[in-house]
Structure formats: structure tokens, C-alpha cells
């Protein structure tokens, strides 16, 4: 599979090409993200390319694999096979509790962010704003 990208504008700013638009996925994302190279957007080269985070993803262009990836900010947790929105568990019992002091103790972990897992279906993720900066 691939991603949809349309280019909305091009410009020169000096000796380097920049690139807006958007950009779909698809409904199988492939681990390593998905393909995406200089000649898409009409450049030999991207020095830089940012994205715009879109359905609760982020992104992170791979240079060196020419590859888009999907990152889920994880919180500390596993990465989901699909998309979901975070769950927090408390602790529930029989016994009313009144004390401040007994109230469970409810710590979020920051966790480094990580790659979406292989084959989730990513269709939902369309829109996603861009733009590159790369040689002519």
C-alpha cells in the first residue's frame, strides 16, 4: 500500500524547493513506516520535512529509509494493535472510603513514543498537513 500525498504548493526559497499539503494513509501501515521519497514531492532531496499530528498520531520522517512513520504517544504502555483512546483503571471496592489519605495513588509514566504496530489499518488518518524543505 502507499500514502496519498497532494502537493497544494510549490515554491523556491533560494537554491531550495518547499513543498505544503497533505498527506492519507492507507489501511495497512507497514513497520518501518510508509515510503516516502524526494521524487514524490518533485525534489531530489528533503532536508526537512514536518508534519502536522493528525487522529492522535504523530509523525516522524525516517531519512535515511525515505519512510513516513506513525508514532503513538504511549504514555509509558504498549503500543495498541488498533487505534484507541487511553484507559486509566482505579481501584474500586466495597467499603465507601472518605479519607484523602486512602484515595489510590494514580501516577501517569511518560513514556517515549513508539512506532504504530504492523498492519493497522490507518485509513482514518487523512489530512495530514506537511511541509518540505529539500534540494531541487
Not at 535515511?64 to 509509558?76: D, R
Not at 472518605?98 to 509514566?109: F, I, M, N, R, V
Request: charged share 20%; proline share 7%; glycine share 12%.
Amino acid at each position: 500500500m502507499a500514502l496519498t500525498i497532494t502537493v497544494d504548493r510549490k515554491e523556491r526559497m533560494g537554491k531550495r524547493h518547499y513543498r505544503s499539503g497533505t498527506i492519507a494513509f492507507d489501511a495497512s501501515y507497514p513497520t518501518g513506516g510508509e515510503p516516502l521519497t524526494p521524487a514524490d514531492l518533485g525534489m531530489r532531496t528533503i532536508d526537512i520535512l514536518l508534519s502536522a499530528p493528525a487522529g492522535g498520531l504523530m509523525f516522524e520522517y525516517d531519512h535515511t529509509n525515505q519512510k513516513l512513520k506513525a508514532i503513538y504517544p504511549t504514555g509509558g504502555g504498549a503500543v495498541p494493535a488498533a487505534l484507541a483512546d487511553p484507559v486509566v483503571s482505579v481501584p474500586s471496592g466495597a467499603t465507601t472510603v472518605t479519607s484523602a489519605a486512602a484515595q489510590p495513588d494514580l501516577t501517569e509514566t511518560a513514556g517515549r513514543s513508539r512506532e504504530v504496530a504492523n498492519a493497522t489499518d490507518l485509513s482514518t488518518i487523512t489530512g495530514v498537513r506537511f511541509v518540505a524543505l529539500g534540494g531541487p
